[in-house]
């Protein structure tokens, strides 16, 4: 079993920037696709971006390409989100999660999941 553990939330502005940090133990990082998700208050939990082993990428859709940008670091077992020209809208929970294998945006399919870091962008 992974355990991740998040970092870098906050309250910033629109238009400002943030950048999160997933940091995963337990299992062989460099095997492990992460995914990032978010939730709203009264939303369902939603897929924001992945990565895989290899450093493929893949986004949730036009709400945040151009603007968010995954990275992963298997030295430090660390995976980056950097959220850009941040809108009022992207207020939510944020969550990374683990799986072997390749990304999926289904929840259901990544076993392992940190606590969530708040991510609160003022208008």
């Known amino acids: 079993q992974a355990h991740l553990v998040e970092s870098g939330g906050g309250l910033v502005q629109a238009g400002g920037s943030l950048g999160l940090s997933c940091v995963v133990s337990?299992?062989?990082?460099?095997?492990?696709?992460v995914g990032w998700f978010r939730q709203a208050p009264g939303k369902e939990r939603e897929f924001v971006a992945g990565?895989?082993?290899?450093?493929?990428?893949?986004y949730s859709g036009d709400s945040v390409k151009g603007r968010f940008t995954i990275g992963r670091d298997n030295a430090l077992n660390t995976v980056y989100l950097q959220m850009n020209s941040l809108k009022p809208e992207d207020t939510a929970t944020y969550y990374c999660?683990?799986?072997?294998?390749?990304?999926?945006?289904?929840?259901?399919?990544?076993?392992?999941w940190g606590q969530g870091t708040q991510v609160t962008v003022s208008s």
């Open positions: 999660a683990a799986r072997p294998g390749i990304v999926t945006a289904i929840d259901k399919l990544y076993a392992d």
């Open positions: 990565i895989n082993w290899n450093g493929a990428t893949r």
């Open positions: 337990g299992r062989t990082f460099s095997s492990l696709a």
